[in-house]
């Protein structure tokens, strides 16, 4: 396993006092919470923010691993705990507070998990039910709308006997009704942790995110498509064919439209009870002058109709 | 590997349909009910019904209780903490949403 540099993943010298620890953590939590950050990486992170601060907070943790550190250990080197490394430490078997130690690194189990002093008071809670795990899916905007089944396979910690900490895959089906929208969430009864001393499974909650789509952009359950038109459709009208999620419509343009114009197909978006609509937003293409013909036209409409698109500006 | 034919999880999907009653929620969060009613309290969760005994929560209020658990535990806030950053990021969804959808026609 590899050495971690608590202080690094914190930023913070070796020196720093427990208030420094403690500020320092707050800050950075904020920043890569994972229901409130954005960044891409921000729960790896916040892992390891939190696996940081679990093992500087408690001033006995601290000094045994300045003491590791004080040998010739750096960030990132091939790691075993050197025997009796924790001796010599008297232990007021704290265990592990708040954050859910499951998440940690082998690094950090190795120092301070269940077979160490430090991991003392933290099994043996009989009758505890699972906990509820989450997960993330990302799904095609196709399925959303008709529906389908997914296989997952979910890398899942799990404490065994003697009380290490190992991920295993768990599959599953699921079975994703059509309507489903972004952020949604579906609960897998009994999917989750296992419980302790018999106690029930907690449960799986998986979230729904779209993948992107060459074509369409959601909101809710409505649907927006950018349609490009060309300047005699959009000025005479016409009728033109548009994609939707559930196949080809028509669409009737009005004569006279314009870039930017929002035309509804109503219930075209994902359904539901009351199901989306799909907002249909068009784009005037010039076709551009590449022949002498093509120029010789474009001159003659110059002359034959005036029009000072930015009339409004007073130019 | 593979073979095993895997049977469908039993799934709920946690949209505006679906009511939970305040039990239901205490056992979807493993919190007591007296957690709960002091979130309703506190205005972060809106159960339908006179009193808590006929409440009925939006199931997607469990995901909000279940956040609002992460954000107390991990940043140290107060419910009335937590009621403002859920409120926030739920206008910072919606406005990420709008700008993507914005983008697009800007193309």
Same mark, same amino acid.
């Given at each position: ?6 202080? =690094?993943?914190? @930023? ?6 427990q208030?420094?620890? =403690? ?7 904020? =920043? ?8 891409s990486?921000?729960e790896?992170?916040?892992?390891? &923010? ?10 006995e ?5 300045d003491?590791? /550190?004080?040998?010739? !250990?750096?960030?990132?080197?091939e ?5 009796? !490394? ?7 078997? @704290?265990? *592990? ?9 082998? *690094? ?5 998990? @269940?077979g ?7 099994h043996?809670g009989? @009758?505890?039910?699972?906990?509820? %795990?989450?997960?993330?899916?990302q ?8 529906g ?7 890398? &899942?910690p ?8 190992a ?26 942790g ?10 799986l ?7 992107? %789509?060459?074509?369409?952009? &959601?909101?809710?359950?409505?649907v ?7 300047? !005699?459709?959009?000025?005479l ?11 080809t419509?028509?669409? =009737? ?6 870039s930017?114009?929002? /035309?509804?197909?109503k219930?075209?978006? /994902? ?12 784009q ?30 007073? &130019? | 590997?593979?073979e ?5 999880? $039993?799934?709920? $999907? ?7 009653? #305040?039990?239901?929620?205490?056992r ?36 909000r209780?279940?956040?609002a658990?992460? #954000? ?8 009335a903490?937590?009621?403002?950053v ?22």
């Amino acid at each position: 396993m590899e050495f971690k540099d608590y202080y =690094k993943i914190l @930023g913070l010298a070796r020196e720093a006092t427990q208030d420094e620890i =403690k500020r320092t953590y707050r800050r950075l939590a904020r =920043k890569y919470h994972p229901d409130v950050s954005k960044e891409s990486d921000a729960e790896e992170r916040f892992k390891e &923010v939190n696996e940081a601060y679990e093992a500087l907070k408690d001033p006995e943790k601290r000094a045994a691993y300045d003491r590791l /550190l004080s040998g010739e !250990w750096q960030a990132g080197q091939e790691f075993t705990p050197p025997p009796g !490394w924790d001796a010599g430490f008297e232990f007021s078997g @704290g265990g *592990f507070t708040g954050a859910d130690a499951g998440q940690f690194s082998d *690094f950090f189990e190795a120092l301070f998990g @269940g077979g160490s002093p430090f991991g003392r008071g933290r099994h043996g809670g009989a @009758g505890l039910r699972g906990e509820d %795990h989450q997960a993330r899916v990302q799904i095609g905007l196709e399925d959303a709308y008709h529906g389908a089944t997914r296989t997952l396979t979910l890398q &899942v910690p799990e404490v065994d006997a003697s009380g290490r900490v190992a991920m295993h895959p768990h599959t599953l089906k699921v079975k994703i009704p059509p309507g489903i929208t972004e952020g949604q969430k579906i609960r897998l009864s009994g999917q989750g942790g296992a419980g302790r001393g018999g106690a029930p499974r907690g449960d799986l909650y998986l979230e729904i995110l779209f993948e992107p %789509h060459p074509l369409y952009r &959601v909101e809710g359950r409505d649907v927006y498509l950018s349609l490009p038109l060309a300047p !005699w459709e959009a000025a005479l009208g016409a009728t033109v064919a548009v994609p939707t999620l559930g196949g080809t419509v028509d669409l =009737k343009v009005p004569a006279g439209a314009q870039s930017g114009h929002k /035309l509804r197909l109503k219930g075209r978006g /994902l359904p539901g009870s009351p199901a989306g609509d799909q907002y249909v937003v068009l784009q005037i293409r010039t076709p551009k002058a590449e022949t002498s013909e093509h120029r010789r036209l474009y001159e003659q409409l110059a002359r034959a109709m005036p029009f000072n698109p930015r009339e409004r500006m007073g &130019v | 590997m593979g073979e095993r034919e895997l049977k469908i999880a $039993v799934s709920l $999907v946690l949209d505006e349909h679906v009511t939970l009653s #305040l039990r239901e929620m205490c056992r979807g969060c493993g919190l007591p009910g007296e957690d709960l009613m002091a979130m309703v309290e506190e205005g972060l969760l809106q159960p339908q019904g006179p009193s808590p005994a006929r409440w009925r929560f939006a199931a997607s209020e469990l995901e909000r209780v279940r956040a609002a658990l992460r #954000l107390q535990r991990d940043l140290g806030l107060n419910l009335a903490g937590v009621a403002l950053v859920l409120d926030l990021l739920d206008e910072v969804r919606a406005l990420r949403a709008r700008v993507r959808v914005l983008e697009q026609l800007l193309d």
